[in-house]
């Protein structure tokens, strides 16, 4: 969550404008980014981020993970997979940390995520060389509408997932070298107060560095895309009886080391109607 406690660099002016403001062009960058980044270690910090945006806020490409959580696999009542299950998100889906979202008619369900952002392009890279091309992990809630979803053979997956607002990410992007494990982070979502969602990284069936691995030998992973890694047990679509968003709630998703997000909830023409 977003504290007043927070404190930033304004990396365009630290930098003599050498990077940023542009996120995409930085991600162009990264590697350049990264070597000048201690240099900037020692100014002073120099304002108080707010209204975080997504920390990759126009990818190329957005990839995401389906069954990727042992518990999940084992709530839903399926088989484990033998290769990873692969949809989108699209874009326009894509919110901040701190987002108010309208409820589209259906059944919209929560699945906390570790969303990972690609700082090299990759292709056919090792699962043993893959950290070295990730920019870094944020926070990530892959909000679904079950009807959408799952309607029709084959199911609508990614249609389900893309409402406007269903991607937020945030509140920060942390590299890798900022966690004494990058693979093993708790990571977890509290609706109106109470735990829904808590679980280890290490309880993926592929790993981040795997995912890497499968996703570069098909296509090139290119710097700024996102990778939504999977959500672990807890979500609402299979609870006895099931339990879905309503208007009014308040969801809160968190990854260890990264902090937390924070969707509130209303109904369709809610948000227009109150501008």
């Keep these: 969550m977003i504290t007043d406690e927070a404190e930033g660099i304004d990396i365009y002016e630290a930098s003599g404008h050498r990077f940023g403001p542009d996120l995409p062009a930085l991600y162009e960058r990264w590697e ?30 957005v990839f995401a993970i389906g069954l990727n959580y042992h518990g999940h696999v084992q709530e839903a009542g399926l088989e484990v997979p033998a290769e990873p299950s692969v949809f989108t998100k699209y874009v326009s889906s894509f919110a901040g940390a701190e987002s108010t979202v309208e409820l589209p008619p259906g059944t919209v369900d929560w699945e906390v995520e570790i969303a990972v952002v690609i700082g090299r392009t990759a292709r056919d890279v090792a699962a043993g060389d893959a950290w070295g091309h990730v920019a870094g992990l944020t926070v990530g809630q892959d909000l679904s509408e079950r009807r959408l979803q799952l309607s029709g053979a084959p199911p609508q997956y990614s249609l389900g997932k893309s409402f406007p607002g269903f991607g937020p990410t945030g509140p920060y992007l942390v590299t890798p070298d900022e966690f004494a494990d990058p693979a093993d982070l708790e990571l977890g979502c509290v609706l109106n107060g109470e735990p829904v969602q808590k679980a280890r990284s290490t309880e993926m069936v592929f790993s981040v560095d795997v995912l890497i691995e499968k996703l570069s030998q098909v296509t090139t992973l290119l710097p700024g895309d996102v990778v939504f890694t999977g959500t672990p047990a807890g979500v609402g679509a299979v609870r006895t009886p099931p339990r879905f968003l309503s208007a009014g709630d308040e969801l809160v998703s968190y990854v260890e080391g990264i902090g937390s997000i924070r969707q509130t909830f209303v109904s369709v023409g809610a948000e227009r109607s109150a501008s």
């Excluded at 990264?34 to 020692?42: E, F, N, S, T």
């Excluded at 100014?43 to 108080?48: H, Q, T």
């Design 32 to 61: 350049e980014f990264v070597d000048w980044a201690p240099a900037a270690a020692g100014e002073r910090a120099a304002f108080v981020p707010a209204d975080l945006g997504a920390p990759s806020p126009n990818p190329r490409q």
